[in-house]
């Protein structure tokens, strides 16, 4: 794969600025970064956060709906309050934070001389730095979806917002970013957006949503729009901006099932606001800068089992590696990155894995409705955590594990939908018995299967 | 109130601009009169920034006269006033024999029109200069003179490189109204604006697609403006920067182009097609058409990562597809600069030149100024600054230091040179032209917040009055909190 | 005789991520109002029951929202009602809750507004926020 090597990082001169040497540099101080950083302390290793914004606590900063914490707290928490316990749990230990800056790469892009250090430079208002340690964990989240890579025609007027931006004004800014608003896409972002909104005196037209269904969770649904009466209108999409400065409407039209826009269905809704809910892609530049291998399903690194990367001493977790409704398995990710990458870095590079065999290696590959798989490589026999996320909904479908064409698994039948990340546990002896059949590849299926 | 110049020159984008810079060379008082708030928001704008080399236009067309002129200047040009320029060299790629037999027509056209070092090349030296140029390619002609630009850039340049030599330069003032006394008199025309009326005694019109209205005001030659719609895509950047590829022109257009753009990024450029005058609105067909085109000349590029699309009018004189540069045979002592359609970016340099050229002839006092600088210093480019030079940066403020774009690497005070540079930004996409605060994948969704937070600072007014682009494109309301 | 009208509503429980899905059998009088809720069906655990109800009478949410900030170093200061309010209350409370300033530090947990439109909930900060 091509190696994209930032212009910020290319030249050699690197003996003035300062180092600093750690046993695991977490970059990102969201949800991920501090639930990984807090687990490799744990672990006894020596930490450090890089983060580029001001305070520790990233997007949840601005989420202060509530919804979170009920797995990892078992209470309900808003975002805000989440991300606090966590950064009071980081205040609390002797992890080095470097808040305000910004990691501009990681290693060279030359072979270092200490192939087993990784090199990770920031910038900040008091200069340039660079943090070695021998694991580093990618923890940097995640980016909006964009009115270009969906390609709605129209004009370009002021106006339009990815959801985002729009939380990001109203709830940190104290700025109201428009009066009438009409939301595309359903997924939580847009559905929570849709409520504060209207809390906040902006009128919301509707949700509009390309798919059959609506792609948030049920609940964001039920409290978000049904609570405010605001319509949701599936199987519909905006096919143009309307205003030269401003937005002045959209139009909006149903799709046909191949989700083409029908001519003969445009609607013209007036609007001084267009909030854009369409997507989450993992913020990988900086990986793939450092030679991370990318899957294209899901726009993260493909990872093993313990979460590392195809670079050695590199691991991910969170929204930068694969795209989570819920901050909680965030958290549970995150502190198996954290603690895999601390034994890692005191393992002195060995094998992080107790029962790792040199003879297990297996990618997964996902097939059926399932979007992706995740790790996509194995390479321990031990219980192994999957996880997927399907491509549409379906009330009963069920997992299915092969190997060499054979059935080695078959989870029980059930509903899934495409708004949940699913997690599954793939049994020790499973893996056993795909490398018995001498399968290089075990394949993640998830079928439907017609009520009895 | 009307204030007294030499020249005005009507219009700021890159011809009017390029124009300007040529002129501000000699003794003269000159203004630059603008209808939008910035430079470059009209034609310049929906624009792919190649500087095509010139074996297009039909020989003895004024465009065959200044396009292959214009990119030979781009060298000079480039070094003076310090904007980025690159000499890739470019291929048409060909098809089948009836393809080949067009390569050799621009071929020939080219040698008339001075263009260097054409030649019609194999599958093999194909591959070798572009290797992700299509392997359907039997022949394509070779042009090394072929590079690109940012015309945003290269209009900002020399905008700001007339203004440190005396140029005025005024904003959001659209003409409109022309009056026009006695051929001797010194302030020979009188512009009304909104702001306040401008008085010269030669006027320069360089309006792109307002050309028509300003030579009608003036009682100049009548013509017509034709609206020919372009949509552009940008993608993201990619590892290797493409060599500008063309597909055998048309008789309209030069077809789907696909390539690369100086910050990295890759263009495909661009429809054409005859639409309402003003329509910038991007077409689901055309953007289809684009991504298609691309395809046959790239079967490898990834055209799901569009980081924009966007569109714009190409002003083009109905009746003729040619530009048309040179004194108003019915009211001398105007100067037209009209139609400059495509390639009118490449033709730029040249067009300024031809412009001094005429005006000399038509007896214009044209001396040198001793203070005359040429140089224009570019802004720093934090993203582009080796490591030391950052840390230089960052010692002299912090504020080089404090990131606000993350995918352009673009600090605060990048963006705040850019708002106090003169001319210098005046709303969101005036800063994101100038420095890429806002260009990258995200599209400024983390950074225009901040954008906002720093252009109300710096232009000491409140975020609710902070423009995306022009009047009306306000981004937000007042607050929603602390307030009854 | 009675005008009183049985019918069968289909909600999600919001009580944990499993959102089961609720069948509900209610009775309505003629003004609308719940006399009872005869069955709930659909709920994994006795939650979903309780949730069934409550929300048939009077939905209760916690309210979540921004309070202007003095002195500090966010402008914002992210608060939510410490346990559910009726939802019928959320407008009111917003317009009640839209001149408020508090002045930095402030620390999670700290009380913003005492018993709420006379809820008995307080309205609390959800986030710590230091001086500028």
Sequence with gaps: MAKFKSSAIDCGVVEAVQTQAFDVVVIGGGPAGMAAALAAHKAGARVAIVEREQHLGGILRQCIHPGFGLSHFKQELTGPEYAQRFIDQVHATDIALFLNSMVIGIDSGEPAEDTAVHTVTLMSPTGMLQLTGRAVVLAMGCRERTRSEIKIPGSRPAGMFTAGLAQRYINIENLKPGSRAVILGSGDIGLIMARRCTLEGISVEGVYELMPYANGLRRNVKNCLDDFGIPLHLSTTVTRVIGHDRVEAVEVSQVDERLASIAGTERIVPCDTLLLSVGLIPENELSVAAGVELDPRTRGAVVDQSLQTGVPGIFACGNVLHVHDLADNVTTESERAGAAAAAYALGGGAETNAVADTSCELTVSPAGIAGYALPGRITAVALTKLNFRVRRPVDTARVRILANGEEVFAGKVRAFKPSVMESFPLPAKVIQRALDLGASEIVLSVDPVEEA | MAETFDIAIVGAGITGCAIARQLARYDLSICVVEAANDIALGASKANGGLVHAGYDPAPGTVKAQVNARGCELYGTWAQELGFLFRRTGSMVLGFNDEDRAHLEQLRSNGLVNGVPELSIVGPDRIHELEPRASADATCALWCPSTGFVDPFEVAIAALENAVANGVTFMRSAPVEAIEVAGSGDDARFTLATPASNVRCRYLINAAGNGAADISHMAGAEEFQMVWRQGNIVVLEKEPRTLMPLYPVPTPVSKGVIVTGTVHGNTVITATAAVREPGDTQTYAADVNALLTGAHKLVPDLDTRRVVRAFAGGRPVIQGTNDFFIGQSAVVPGLFQAAGIQSPGVASAPAIAERMELVMREAGVALRERADWNPIRHAPDDFDRTPLARKEELIESDPAWGQIVCRCETVPEAEIVAAIRRRPGAVSVEGVKRRCRAGMGRCQSGFCQSRVVAILARELGCDPSEVLLEDTGSWLVEGPLKGVR | ?132
């Design chain 3, 1 to 132: 005789m009675s005008t009183n009208v049985t019918e069968t509503l289909q909600f999600n429980c919001t009580t944990c991520p499993s959102e089961c899905l609720l069948t509900v059998e209610v009775e309505h009088d003629a003004n609308g109002t719940v006399v009872e809720v005869r069955s709930v069906t659909g709920n994994n655990c006795p939650r979903g029951d309780t949730f069934a109800h409550q929300e048939l009478t009077c939905p209760m949410r916690v309210l979540t929202t921004t309070v202007a900030v003095s002195g500090g170093d966010e402008a914002l200061l992210p608060v939510r009602t410490a346990e559910a309010i009726p939802l019928e209350l959320h407008a009111q409370a917003m317009n009640l809750i839209r001149g408020l300033v508090v002045n930095a530090p402030i620390r999670m947990g700290d009380v913003v507004l005492e018993d709420l439109l006379d809820t008995n909930i307080d309205l609390v900060a959800s986030m710590d926020i230091d001086p500028a």
